[in-house]
């Protein structure tokens, strides 16, 4: 007769789950654009060196607000999941741009920009197209719940093919398509309108931008996506 196997201790049983778990969360297709010590996958906009404003600090990117101008990762994206947290100082402003061309005069010529805001302190949260998880000055979001200011949010790009989302707090809150009739008819009654570059790009950079106030990036990981 065959020895019956013991019983593995519940406490075991539990880390080996926990194990599983983790490394089948691990193996999801995600990749870290910022591992909370090196800025080694970013760049300056408008040459390699990384302006004196942004800094690495408590495992997260900071601008502190003296200058440098916008960053960007020095791999082009085009279809793509983007994770990221980020948090601002009060009346603070910032943006995640995306599929940006190198070499204009400004990152926001070529790519739409999610919104980063203090909603209730910044003139640009008084205009729901331009108030944090915008698709800035397009798409406003609809049913958003943001964070206190210094408290960390967490936002979500989905870019496929022309199709964009914005998430917020793990709740989508713009869907678009770029170059749609919808999305024409915006961009054509727009600041955009002579930009010639502007959403054109099937794939990009993907930027952090300096505005001048204090702001916070961590848990950045983007998913490449089939195209």
């Given at each position: 007769?065959?020895?019956?196997?013991?019983?593995?201790?519940?406490?075991?049983?539990?880390?080996?789950?926990?194990?599983?778990?983790?490394?089948?969360?691990?193996?999801?297709?995600?990749?870290?654009?910022?591992?909370?010590?090196?800025?080694?996958?970013?760049?300056?906009?408008?040459n390699e060196k990384i302006g004196k404003g942004w800094k690495v600090v408590d495992d997260a990117i900071m601008f502190d607000?003296?200058?440098?101008?916008?960053?960007?990762?020095?791999?082009?994206?085009?279809?793509?999941?983007?994770?990221?947290?980020?948090?601002?100082?009060?009346?603070?402003?910032?943006?995640?741009?995306?599929?940006?061309?190198?070499?204009?005069?400004?990152?926001?010529?070529?790519?739409?920009?999610?919104?980063?805001?203090?909603?209730?302190?910044?003139?640009?949260?008084?205009?729901?197209?331009?108030?944090?998880?915008?698709?800035?000055?397009?798409?406003?979001?609809?049913?958003?719940?943001?964070?206190?200011?210094?408290?960390?949010?967490?936002?979500?790009?989905?870019?496929?093919?022309?199709?964009?989302?914005?998430?917020v707090n793990g709740k989508k809150v713009v869907s678009a398509e770029i170059g749609g009739e919808d999305w024409v008819a915006?961009?054509?009654?727009?600041?955009?309108?002579?930009?010639?570059?502007?959403?054109?790009?099937?794939?990009?950079?993907?930027?952090l931008q300096d505005h001048g106030d204090k702001v916070w990036y961590r848990n950045i990981e983007i998913k490449v996506l089939?195209?």
């Amino acid at each position: 007769m065959k020895n019956k196997p013991r019983d593995l201790p519940v406490a075991l049983l539990f880390s080996l789950l926990l194990f599983c778990g983790n490394t089948l969360t691990a193996d999801d297709g995600f990749k870290s654009l910022f591992d909370g010590k090196s800025l080694e996958n970013w760049r300056g906009y408008f040459n390699e060196k990384i302006g004196k404003g942004w800094k690495v600090v408590d495992d997260a990117i900071m601008f502190d607000g003296s200058g440098g101008g916008d960053i960007a990762t020095k791999n082009e994206y085009g279809n793509f999941i983007l994770q990221f947290e980020w948090k601002v100082e009060e009346g603070a402003n910032s943006g995640v741009l995306y599929r940006v061309s190198l070499g204009d005069n400004a990152p926001y010529l070529s790519g739409p920009e999610y919104q980063i805001l203090d909603d209730a302190k910044h003139r640009d949260g008084k205009n729901p197209k331009t108030s944090a998880g915008s698709l800035y000055a397009l798409y406003q979001p609809a049913g958003k719940e943001l964070m206190k200011v210094g408290e960390w949010n967490r936002g979500k790009i989905v870019l496929d093919g022309p199709r964009v989302e914005h998430w917020v707090n793990g709740k989508k809150v713009v869907s678009a398509e770029i170059g749609g009739e919808d999305w024409v008819a915006k961009v054509g009654k727009s600041k955009f309108a002579s930009w010639k570059k502007f959403g054109k790009n099937s794939a990009g950079h993907i930027v952090l931008q300096d505005h001048g106030d204090k702001v916070w990036y961590r848990n950045i990981e983007i998913k490449v996506l089939k195209k």
